[in-house]
């Protein structure tokens, strides 16, 4: 019996189709702003996607498009510009800025009730004590979608996470920690991968290192999540783990593309609508 | 061989010499405010050796007795006239409060450069991101103090932490973490318990539970840090970690008491000195 193959888009499309329905009933709609600085190409196509998901699902859209020379003092305007503007309900700092400027200097000026991608320090202490942050960041909200659209069981279960971002590793630590998962954290200096990964009932994989993941290093059945998603010599996107040998092993299991990085969006979309209702009871 | 016994009084008193030192050479003296809320006895007793050791090497100490039915308003009150007395550079919030007050409606009111316990939830934030909080909870960096203080390696080495509280588990995790050790945070309701800790080569067992960490849970010259304390039916103080037995084959091993215990005070001595010079420093 090979792995059920998990339809990302799938969850994606119900979790956006659902705040759609409720966007219609609102007179005032909730409003994303996201600020780009600079010209990567990458940034580019990740902004449009982000402003036209937004749109789609009938929420206001701001691009703050600010040329690569952007000062600290420019950009700290702008960002202050849109934390008082109170028809912005999400603000975020598309990553990366170009070299002269960096991101600590930033992601803790976004006012932390419109932290959307949950990346500024207090949101990141709400999260590790085990608290509700305004927002989560969207990758590590995207891997608990699945787990529970799958209804897979976290309580009890042994967890790796392997890779330690602030944007994916930790954060789905401390997520699956609350949900009174063991935690196993790996990343490139784990000497002992193989004999950790074959601990595991959940392996979510986030090292951007493609096919790390072999059959030889996955328990019978366990869930298989990959976070990865790197671009290959032949210009084809893989992930981190040999999805074709593992699935034969696990019991669930995420392609790539198709997997993770759909649910990234949508729970984009399903934060700044979750920062409008919070800052419309207030 | 049975392991070395590390002696934490004097790992502790070697700290707060070297800031009493230091502090006779300054003019301006530092200041540790503790406040305590009712009469809980063993908070007493805490709040009486930490104001003790202040005066000890050379700080100024003072300490706000409130009483039980102290009110959330004149608690924040006395906090905000703490946070804007220039002359304190520590504000320490005694643990726990009467049964009427909620820690989290105070924690984060401490002006995060004065919290010298490192509960807020910016520093919280700050050791989630591996950047460096003002302030490292003290028990937390207790642990981290013993490690390196017997040139113990941490980088690649497996560290199962037992427990995952605000205060010691979760911090332990996130320094270790951010030394490079691979981390396995396990707790009450981790299943294999006995495996995991089989992997470890540091195990920092923070459970509460009297003499949880047996001989055959523990890797030959695996390094055995206890920060439980519990008080037994006869009154005696006791550790998670059945000393006798584990010494025979761990490399290393705190006792319970004299072990961690000591450092949590040095460490509150040292994180007030520190935020005293970085509030000196501005």
């Given amino acids: 019996m090979t792995a059920k193959i998990i ?11 659902n705040i759609k329905e409720q966007v219609q009933k609102l007179d005032k709609k ?23 998901k937004a749109l789609e699902v ?51 000026k976004i006012n932390p009730i419109k932290d959307v991608d949950g990346f500024n320090t207090y949101n990141a202490g ?7 942050p305004y927002a989560i960041p ?43 998962a063991t935690i196993i954290q790996a990343h490139s200096k784990t000497k002992n991968l193989q004999e950790l990964t074959k601990l595991a009932d959940i392996i979510v994989s986030a090292s951007g290192v493609a096919g790390l993941i072999k059959k030889d290093m996955v328990k019978k059945d366990a869930v298989v999540i990959d976070v990865g998603i790197i671009r290959d010599k032949n210009n084809k996107l893989r992930g981190d ?13 995420t392609p790539v593309p198709g997997g993770v990085g759909p649910l990234t969006i949508a729970n984009l979309i399903e934060n700044t ?4 209702l919070l800052q419309n009871k207030a």
């Fill in 30 to 52: 909730p409003c994303l702003a996201v600020i780009i600085v600079g010209e990567n190409p990458a940034s580019k196509v990740y902004v449009k996607n982000k402003s036209k």
């Fill in 58 to 108: 009938g929420f206001k859209s701001i691009i703050k498009e600010l040329k690569e020379s952007t000062t600290k003092e420019e950009l700290l305007e702008v960002i202050e510009e849109l934390n008082s503007n109170p028809d912005v309900n999400g603000v975020l700092l598309q990553l990366p800025l170009p070299k002269h400027l960096s991101e600590k200097d930033f992601l803790d």
């Fill in 273 to 276: 609508y979750e920062l409008f």
């Fill in 241 to 253: 783990v040999e999805f074709d040998e593992v699935k034969e092993i696990a019991s669930f299991i």
């Fill in 138 to 180: 969207c990758t590590s909200k995207g891997v608990i979608n699945i787990l529970d659209k799958e209804n897979i069981e976290i309580e009890g279960k042994t967890a790796i996470i392997i890779g330690r971002s602030n944007i994916v590793g930790k954060p789905v630590a401390d997520l699956l920690l609350k949900r009174n």
């Fill in 7 to 17: 339809d990302g888009k799938k969850i994606a499309q119900k979790i956006t189709d």
């Fill in 126 to 132: 709400k999260l590790f004590k085990g608290e509700k």
